[in-house]
Structure formats: structure tokens, C-alpha cells
């Protein structure tokens, strides 16, 4: 189907253990987000990348690793889960046109619970 | 840096009732601007989005948002609430570039029957 996709949709994990969410898009867009959204803090930025292999930190970096060898997949790990990634994770794409404008088209979600 | 403060956390109206949702934004220069709606357990939804020109922009599902440069204000507003309009809106700026949207906090619509 086209479109932008995450998976897992639901992830529970444990402390120190590591996961990695994955997020895979159809357009060919060159840019690619990571958010994060908490109660009280709407979305916040982890990462993003403005094409494959070039990425770049955003507001919310710590505890997070990302990667970008193909266009079209933008994985996001966390190296060694904390309580404190408990949260609900979008991932977003944009092409070089709407890039421009900001406009971002969003995936469902992953809601990541950390034990 | 730019910000988006959305200062209703909780809005609670009547179905039939008009709708106003407010959003300031901080930010040097002309700002591109958006509200997403996200219902339960689901990913953000464009509602409209305002670049340059007319300063009042048509949404889907109704709604509407206003451009106030002066006020540095882009509130969202619809004339008739529908019980189906109960979710969370965000409003977000951005600054061109490919760079990352800024989103305000989120307000939290109930539509009472």
C-alpha cells in the first residue's frame, strides 16, 4: 500500500533493553522526521534526515540512534530503553517540494511502553 | 528560535455549537503554518495549512483558520461542532528549509451531545 507505515504499532519492552522502530514510505521523499509526543509536550523532534545517509539531530536526540542507508526506511533505535521513551512515536515524511513549506505527511504511530 | 503556545489545554463545547481554537506563534518573518487534528489512537491528520496569500484558509471536515499577523495568531475555527470533531488539535509552525515543524502542546476538544 502507499503511503508511510511504522512498525510495530504497539511495543512493549524492558529496561536497558534495546529496540528499534521502523518506519518505511512509498513517495520516494527525501526527507524523513522522528517525533516524539508526550502529554503536556506535544511533538517533539529526535531526528531527521534529509536524504539517505544524512541525518541530523533534533530537539530530543539522547538515547536514540538512527539510520538511513535506502530512501525509503528510516529506523529509529534505542540503544538502551529508559522508562523515560515511554511514548507515542510518528514518523513523518516530506518531499523536496512540501520540504520547502514544511509540510510533513505523518505515519499512524508506534506506542512504545518501557517496563 | 520559533514556538507555538496553544493556551486551552481543554475545550469542552456543544455539538451545533461554533468552534474557536486558538494558537499564537513566535517567530521572526512569515511562518508556514498548520493545524493536525488526531483522533484516538490515531497519527496526525492535515486540516489546512496557510503559506502566503489570502489570510483565511479552507480545511477539510469544515474547518477554517484565520492568518493575524499583528496578533501572530492562526486560530482554527468551525461554525458547527459534530460529535465526530472530539480529538486533539495541534497547531505547528514552521520556517522553510526542510527543517523540522514546531508544535504547540495540543488542545483536547470534548463535544458534549
Not at chain 1, 7 to 20: F, L, N
Not at chain 1, 73 to 83: K, Q, V, W, Y
Not at chain 1, 95 to 110: C, D, I, R, S, V
Request: with cysteine.
Amino acid at each position: 500500500d502507499a503511503g508511510i507505515t511504522q512498525s510495530p504499532r504497539y511495543k512493549i519492552t524492558e529496561t536497558g533493553r534495546q529496540v528499534t522502530l521502523m518506519c518505511h514510505q512509498t513517495w520516494s521523499h527525501s526527507y524523513m522526521f522522528w517525533y516524539r509526543q508526550d502529554l503536556g509536550h506535544g511533538l517533539r523532534l529526535i531526528y531527521y534526515s534529509a536524504a539517505a545517509d544524512i541525518t541530523d539531530k533534533g530537539e530530543v536526540p539522547d538515547g536514540y540512534v538512527v539510520s538511513r542507508s535506502k530512501t525509503e526506511n528510516f529506523p529509529l533505535t534505542l540503544e538502551s530503553a529508559t522508562r523515560s521513551q515511554t511514548s507515542v512515536y510518528f514518523c513523518a515524511s516530506s518531499g523536496k517540494l512540501a520540504a520547502a513549506y514544511n509540510e510533513q505527511f505523518f505515519g499512524p504511530g508506534t506506542r512504545l511502553t518501557v517496563l | 528560535a520559533q514556538s507555538v503556545t496553544q493556551p486551552d489545554i481543554h475545550i469542552t463545547v456543544s455539538e451545533g455549537a461554533s468552534l474557536e481554537l486558538r494558537c499564537n506563534y513566535s517567530y521572526g518573518a512569515t511562518p508556514y503554518l498548520f493545524w493536525y487534528v488526531q483522533s484516538p489512537g490515531q497519527g496526525l491528520q492535515l486540516l489546512l495549512k496557510y503559506f502566503s496569500g489570502d489570510t483565511l484558509v479552507q480545511g477539510i471536515k469544515g474547518f477554517e483558520a484565520e492568518f493575524k499577523r499583528s496578533q501572530s495568531s492562526f486560530n482554527l475555527r468551525k461554525p458547527s461542532v459534530h460529535w465526530s470533531d472530539a480529538a486533539e488539535y495541534f497547531c505547528a509552525v514552521g520556517t522553510g528549509g526542510g527543517n523540522k515543524l514546531t508544535f504547540g502542546t495540543g488542545t483536547q476538544l470534548k463535544v458534549e451531545l
